[in-house]
């Protein structure tokens, strides 16, 4: 008689990375490689505390994407004449939706901390949205829901509802671990993608991870995860799957080839407004 089989009743790792560097940057994840299979995440870059000035970041443009910015160690100082100014440190977010069209590179500079450390997260958008007009929100640590070692970016989790203007069906938790310390995460049952990527220290147990590394997370349920005698600051994720293609450009990620032409015709729209009207320097993000 055969042994019965025995299910899982927790997400196991698929696949892991460390990614690769281009100076203290590390790209985790692309929307030509992992993003095709953990869309609507396509692209995350971690930054290492030797990463240049923030405030060096030359104007780029998107659209059809969102951004998500948030620090594991150190804080930014964030200035834009939509949204105010202020600092972002750990629990804080950056999010930019660039929809239809965006140049920006200079909402952020050096805040108090000589060290910063974080993650900067791509999202595909909807076909609604991946056109729509630019929403960006600065949201400090005070105001961001906090549920035992998490503190929920996107979604909600534990009944701590985001107020990031995100797209339905998306949670983004960073979390704090102590040595040792246990804590699970249970994503919503809908959500068939699910990853998880760790700045400081490691986990340990069912799931085994160190800095730096990007975990492809499969499979259904729970996902237990266990500091190691380090600790652990790491970023977990889950979603409902983006059910469309991934059209890209230079800077940009859309549903369609109808869409990406758009959103480019409008990058280069901006582009010229820029030239002409000499916005150069602390210009935070050029919507048009």
Do not use: C
Request: hydrophobic share 40%.
């Amino acid at each position: 008689m055969n042994a019965p089989t025995t299910i899982s009743t927790h997400r196991r790792i698929r696949y892991k990375t460390m990614g690769h560097g281009h100076g203290p940057i590390i790209r985790l994840m692309s929307p030509g490689d992992l993003g095709r299979i953990l869309k609507p995440f396509v692209f995350l870059d971690l930054f290492l505390p030797e990463a240049a000035r923030i405030g060096d970041m030359p104007l780029h443009p998107h659209s059809g994407i969102a951004t998500v910015t948030v620090l594991t160690e150190g804080d930014l100082r964030f200035d834009d004449p939509v949204s105010g100014s202020g600092t972002i440190g750990y629990g804080g977010v950056e999010w930019m939706r660039a929809g239809g069209g965006v140049w920006h590179g200079k909402e952020m500079s050096q805040g108090t901390s000589p060290r910063i450390k974080g993650f900067q997260l791509w999202l595909a958008l909807p076909p609604e949205l991946e056109n729509a007009a630019v929403d960006s929100q600065y949201i400090e640590a005070a105001d961001m829901p906090v549920a035992g070692p998490a503190t929920v970016i996107l979604g909600e989790w534990a009944g701590a509802v985001s107020p990031v203007r995100a797209p339905a069906g998306i949670n983004y938790l960073l979390v704090a671990l102590a040595p040792h310390e246990s804590w699970t995460y249970t994503p919503p049952t809908e959500h068939s993608v699910a990853w998880l990527a760790i700045s400081h220290g490691g986990l340990t147990g069912d799931l085994v991870a160190q800095s730096g590394e990007l975990a492809i997370l499969e499979g259904t349920g729970a996902i237990p995860l266990q500091a190691s005698a380090t600790g652990a600051r790491f970023v977990v994720a889950s979603a409902i799957e983006h059910g469309h293609d991934l059209v890209m450009g230079t800077y940009s990620v859309h549903t369609n080839k109808e869409a990406l032409q758009q959103g480019e015709k409008r990058i280069v729209e901006l582009a010229q407004r820029l030239t002409e009207q000499g916005a150069s320097g602390p210009t935070p993000v050029f919507r048009g």
